[in-house]
């Protein structure tokens, strides 16, 4: 028998014989007119005519990984939202110490950013370089709170000196840099809401909510 006619070839001959043509010529492995069939060529086997991914497949494809994109989109988003929401609970933080070192220096609360840095250094500059500063996602403001009486005569080197104020972080973009808006006064304590305007001090005792 030639070195040509593999085994392969053998057993399709006689399945050939038994299923009367089945396999249309010797030396042919399996049916060539099947898509994706295996096809023997002398001691080689191949697949022929593969069969590749429909259009629908290609879409189905293409759908899931949009889900998966926007999912993982959203997770980052929200964990930045977090991250920028703590970073302002802990400015205005910085900012109640800082007004009680100032009182204990001017005998009242400062009623801007910048009255806490000329009058001794109390905030860090990234707080308190100008009246309004933008950090982490956040928009800083302080003035005077609910009821502020200015002092007549405040001490050397406080300028801006008043009986009470109000310092609040909103966030640039609701939804995208904070969910959360906060405000805080001579209390101590801060409050928030879920708006893009902080909550007012009327509010503190009613409608907006304390951090615990």
């Not at 249309?24 to 086997?45: D, M």
């Not at 928030?192 to 001090?201: C, K, L, S």
Request: net charge neutral; charged share 10%.
């Amino acid at each position: 028998m030639p070195a040509s006619v593999t085994s392969a070839d053998q057993n399709c001959q006689l399945a050939w014989r038994l299923c009367a043509g089945s396999c249309t010529q010797p030396g042919i492995g399996l049916e060539q007119g099947r898509p994706g069939a295996l096809v023997s060529t002398g001691n080689r086997t191949r697949l022929k005519d593969a069969k590749g991914f429909t259009l629908i497949e290609l879409l189905v494809v293409v759908a899931i990984v949009g889900v998966l994109s926007t999912l993982a989109i959203t997770q980052v988003l929200r964990a930045r939202m977090a991250s920028n929401a703590a970073a302002a609970l802990g400015s205005l933080r910085a900012i109640n110490t800082a007004e009680q070192g100032y009182a204990h220096q001017c005998q009242g609360f400062a009623v801007s950013l910048t009255e806490l840095r000329v009058a001794g250094n109390f905030l860090s500059p990234d707080l308190s370089a100008t009246d309004t500063v933008t950090k982490s996602g956040y928009q800083f403001d302080m003035v005077a709170g609910q009821g502020n009486t200015a002092l007549a005569a405040p001490p050397a080197g406080c300028t801006n000196t008043g009986t009470n104020y109000y310092a609040t972080a909103a966030p640039l973009s609701l939804m995208t840099t904070g969910a959360r808006s906060f405000a805080t006064n001579l209390s101590g304590t801060i409050f928030y809401n879920a708006t893009a305007v902080p909550p007012a001090e009327a509010t503190f005792l009613t409608t907006a909510l304390p951090i615990q």
